[in-house]
């Protein structure tokens, strides 16, 4: 199944992730979606053909040799961020699979107290 998603269904899936929120930090066009404060997402409301996320790195290269539309994210250190092209090559799945994993990395960097006073979890990604 191809991607169907658009800037709106991304968006509800990243606020539907547990503790979402989501801001303008940068200027008045890139919506970041954060947990605890940090970044795991964002997109160019200019641009919407791009979303960005986090990624191991170890996966992140995985993914950029296994998807042309996965490439490093521009401006952003390409060790830990991958930029998605969404002209509808990539299936919903594998991108809701993505923004997943990449919600987990940002949590996975926060301390266990940070987790525990705002009680965060990591989640599963369920299809």
């Known amino acids: 199944m191809l991607i169907t998603m658009n800037i709106e269904s991304i968006r509800d899936y990243c606020l ?3 503790q979402t ?3 303008f930090p940068f200027d008045e066009s890139t919506l970041a979606f954060r947990i605890g404060g940090k970044i795991f997402a964002m997109i160019d409301l200019e641009r919407t053909e791009w979303f960005v996320l986090k990624c191991n790195p170890d996966y ?3 993914l950029r040799d ?3 539309e996965i490439t490093g994210a521009w401006h952003m250190n390409k060790k830990y961020w991958n930029q998605l092209n969404l002209f509808g090559l990539l299936p919903d ?9 990449s919600y987990n990395e940002v949590i996975k960097k926060m301390s266990k107290k940070q987790r525990a006073e705002q009680h965060i ?7």
């Not at 799945?93 to 994993?101: D, G, Q, V």
């Open 16 to 18: 539907s992730l547990p």
């Open 21 to 23: 929120t989501e801001d």
């Open 60 to 62: 992140a290269v995985d």
């Open 66 to 68: 296994r998807y042309s």
């Open 93 to 101: 799945t594998l991108i809701r699979k993505l923004i997943c994993h």
């Open 121 to 127: 979890q990591l989640i599963e990604f369920e299809e």
